[in-house]
C-alpha cells in the first residue's frame, strides 16, 4: 500500500476515479504532476475548475457551451431544415469532424437504457419534440450510436415524432452495428451522413 503523503494520496485517489485510469496510472500522474513546473500543474487545476464553472448546456440544443447559445445554434449559416439527434456532445464533435453535416444538432445527454435504469424523462426528449412542433425543420437525421440501445432510442424518437410534418432517417450503416460514433473515422461518419436512410 502507498505510504504518500496525505495531500498526494488523496491525489492519487481523485485521479484513480477517472475512468480508464488504474491505480498505478493515477500514481503515474500525480508524480509527473508533482515533477513538472508549478504553473504548469496548476493550469490543469485551472482547465478543471473553468470546465466546471463556464460550461454549460446550450438552452437550445444541450451541446456544451460557454454561452447561452452555442456555436452551431449562434450560427446563422447552419441550415436551419435540417436537425441531427446524438446521444453525447462527443458523438456531435464526430459528425462535425467530417465536416459532412451544415444542419443543427439535438443532443440526448445518454439513450434510453432501461437495464441501466435511464428511462426517457431523464433525457433531453420533451426538449426535442418541443424544437420540433415549434421548428421549421424537413428532416430530423437520427444519429444515435448503432447499439440495441441507441437503435431503441431512435425508434422511440421517431414514434415521439411521428405526428409531425418531418422526414425521420437514421445514419447509413458504414458504421458497423454495435461501434460507436465517438471512435468511427470521419471518412465512415461522411459516408454515414451522405447515405442516409428513411427510418
Ligand atoms: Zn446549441
Redesign the pocket.
Known amino acids: 500500500m502507498s505510504s504518500h503523503a496525505g495531500a498526494v494520496s488523496q491525489l492519487v485517489d481523485r485521479l484513480s476515479q477517472l475512468p480508464g485510469i488504474g491505480r498505478k496510472s493515477a500514481e503515474r500522474l500525480a508524480f509527473h504532476l508533482l515533477r513538472v513546473r508549478e504553473d504548469e500543474a496548476l493550469a490543469l487545476a485551472d482547465a478543471i475548475r473553468r470546465v466546471r464553472t463556464d460550461v454549460r ?7 456544451l ?1 460557454e454561452k447561452e ?6 450560427d446563422p449559416k447552419r441550415d436551419q431544415s435540417r436537425l441531427c439527434v446524438v446521444e453525447q456532445p462527443r458523438d456531435l464533435l464526430s459528425l462535425e469532424a467530417s465536416g459532412a453535416y451544415k444542419g ?2 439535438h ?1 440526448l445527454l445518454g439513450r434510453i437504457a432501461p437495464l441501466d435504469g435511464v428511462t426517457p424523462d431523464q433525457l433531453t426528449i420533451d426538449a426535442l419534440v418541443d424544437r420540433v412542433r415549434t421548428g421549421n425543420f424537413s428532416e430530423i437525421i437520427m444519429a444515435t450510436n448503432p447499439t440495441v440501445e441507441g437503435d431503441g432510442t431512435s425508434l422511440y424518437l421517431s414514434n415521439q415524432l411521428a405526428e409531425f410534418p418531418v422526414e425521420i432517417t437514421r445514419l447509413a450503416r458504414g458504421i458497423t452495428a454495435g461501434s460507436v460514433l465517438e471512435y468511427a473515422n470521419r471518412e465512415i461518419i461522411a459516408d454515414a451522413l451522405t447515405g442516409r436512410q428513411k427510418l
Not at 69 to 74: G, K, R
Open positions: 448546456y446550450c438552452a437550445d440544443c444541450y451541446n457551451s447559445l452555442c456555436q452551431i445554434c449562434a443543427l444538432y443532443v
